[in-house]
């Protein structure tokens, strides 16, 4: 089952504009994961928040989480076309789970 | 440094057939994983394997194996295949139990 659940679930931008996703989920997790996927390809890591983190950055990205809310955000700033993909976030809830729960992703398409 | 790799990358089965894929983990991966992304959802967990003992399975029925080599590759084996058990079939590895995910390009099954 999904325990994520991201939103928009499409999003369509122009080249150089910021691109935000959310993502909401259910239970306790251990840390939070964000990964990209090329059409049909494999996911690629992009970045982990650890649950008593806030935010991190990494590059154009910038990544929120809010325990609280059980929420967690990607802002993707000055998106390129190269950035248009998939994007999937993935909760590990720690405690002896070996799993990530991925949501159903939000499709970022960045035009030219 | 070679990623994970997976083979094969497409094939087509009828249904009742079986299907053994195979994954290599990056080197010094102890760990592999195996997940099922059905078109238009995120990937969700089958198995997972540590130092070649299984450590967690999602909710995927008996017809459904894997297993561990000592040289840390794994093979996924479906029995018995369902129309719906068409999906990519995704290889994820990482040195321990926690972490990111480095993922394979998956193998496309197809099942007519």
């Not at chain 1, 700033?77 to 994007?87: K, L, Q, V």
């Not at chain 2, 078109?39 to 967690?56: A, M, S, V």
């Amino acid at each position: 089952s999904q325990q994520g659940e991201e939103d928009p679930q499409a999003l369509s931008i122009q080249e150089g504009e910021n691109a935000t996703m959310n993502c909401s989920y259910k239970t306790s997790i251990n840390n939070l994961q964000w990964y990209r996927q090329n059409s049909g390809r494999g996911l690629v890591h992009l970045i982990l928040i650890r649950s008593n983190e806030r935010e991190k950055h990494s590059g154009r990205l910038r990544v929120t989480l809010d325990t609280s809310k059980k929420s967690s955000s990607l802002l993707i700033t000055a998106s390129r076309a190269a950035d248009t993909a998939s994007y999937f976030c993935a909760t590990d809830a720690g405690a002896g789970s070996y799993q990530l729960t991925f949501g159903k992703g939000t499709k970022l398409s960045v035009i030219p | 440094d070679a990623g994970v790799t997976q083979s094969p990358t497409h094939l087509i089965k009828t249904r009742g057939q079986h299907v053994t894929l195979r994954c290599s983990p990056i080197s010094g991966h102890k760990s592999v994983s195996w997940y099922q992304q059905v078109l238009g959802q995120g990937p969700q967990f089958i198995f997972q394997y540590y130092e070649k003992e299984e450590r967690g399975r999602g909710n995927f029925p008996d017809r459904f194996s894997a297993r561990q080599f000592p040289n840390y590759s794994s093979e996924l084996n479906v029995n018995a295949l369902l129309l719906g058990d068409s999906a990519l079939y995704l290889c994820a590895s990482r040195q321990g139990n926690t972490g990111e995910l480095f993922f394979g390009e998956g193998s496309r099954l197809t099942v007519l």
